[in-house]
């Protein structure tokens, strides 16, 4: 990481905001390698110095992944300046600049999302090259045949796209059954417009997994908490 100015610095890393950060740096909390800094626009490098407030240190942390389970009624962008968005949800102490979700859910599908600032993350996790599915829990307007699940591993045909070969499970049978869906892409609508060329309909849609990582059951829609490295690394694996 680059020298950058220590308000700045505790500012990014959700400590204070930029005015408070150069308060406390004014009174004499703020440290660098043991020394006190009482400049806000002293400078420092956050990956090789140590800085402490109050003697605590500061652990700087380059980016950050959490994992929300999305509500429905909210929308998977950045900002929007009418509608409610994912990031509006976070709690304070999880807020920060940069901030994204990887990959986008319809406003009305629930579930697995990863909000991060790691541009190399995200696109490494929805390129369809790097073999990461997506699962997801469908509630369906109609039953399905062993002929639809051939069409779903064979590729569908989307308005004359051929999708990648995905799969299609029955948990539970019945008028409206609930299935499970793996795709590896992230188009338009894509699960939705997969039952819709099948001449079904999604009424409920959830994700439940990106590679081996499973939603957190633990919580509540609309909550988020940061993912562990294990957790992170096994958006990557299948097991
Ligand atoms: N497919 C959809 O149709 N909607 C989503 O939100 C995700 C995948």
């Known amino acids: ?9 505790l500012a990014s890393q ?3 905001s930029r005015r408070d950060a150069g308060a406390m740096i004014r009174r004499g909390a703020v440290a660098v390698n043991g020394t006190v800094v009482k400049k806000a626009d002293c ?9 402490t407030v109050e003697g605590n240190p500061v652990r700087v942390k380059k980016y950050v992944y959490y994992m929300m389970n999305k509500p429905a009624g909210v929308l998977s962008a950045a900002r929007d300046t009418r509608a409610r968005t994912v990031l509006d949800l976070l709690p304070p102490r999880l807020r920060r600049r940069g901030l ?22 995200a696109h490494r996790m929805l390129s369809p090259k790097a073999h990461v599915f997506k699962r997801y829990e469908a509630r369906l307007a109609a039953p399905v045949s062993a002929r639809d699940r051939e069409r779903f591993e064979s590729g569908l045909e989307l308005n004359g796209m051929t999708c990648l070969p995905a799969g299609l499970k ?19 609508h894509q699960v939705k417009r997969m039952f819709l060329a099948l001449n079904n309909g999604v009424l409920h849609l959830r994700r439940v997994r990106i590679g081996a990582l499973r939603l957190d059951e633990a919580l509540a829609p609309g909550e988020a908490r940061e993912l562990s490295q294990e957790e992170l690394s096994a958006v990557f694996s299948e097991e």
Do not use: Q
């Not at 400078?43 to 800085?51: G, V």
């Not at 994204?100 to 993350?121: C, H, M, V």
């Not at 029955?170 to 338009?188: M, Q, S, T, Y």
């Open 100 to 121: 994204f979700p990887a990959g986008r859910l319809d406003k009305d599908t629930e579930g697995l999302l990863i909000i991060t600032d790691d541009g190399a993350f």
């Open 14 to 16: 959700n400590i204070a």
């Open 43 to 51: 400078k420092a490098d956050p990956e090789t110095d140590e800085i």
């Open 1 to 9: 990481m680059a020298r950058e100015r220590l308000d700045k610095i």
């Open 170 to 188: 029955v948990l539970e049978d019945g008028a409206n059954p609930l299935v499970l869906v793996k795709i590896r892409e992230g188009k338009f």
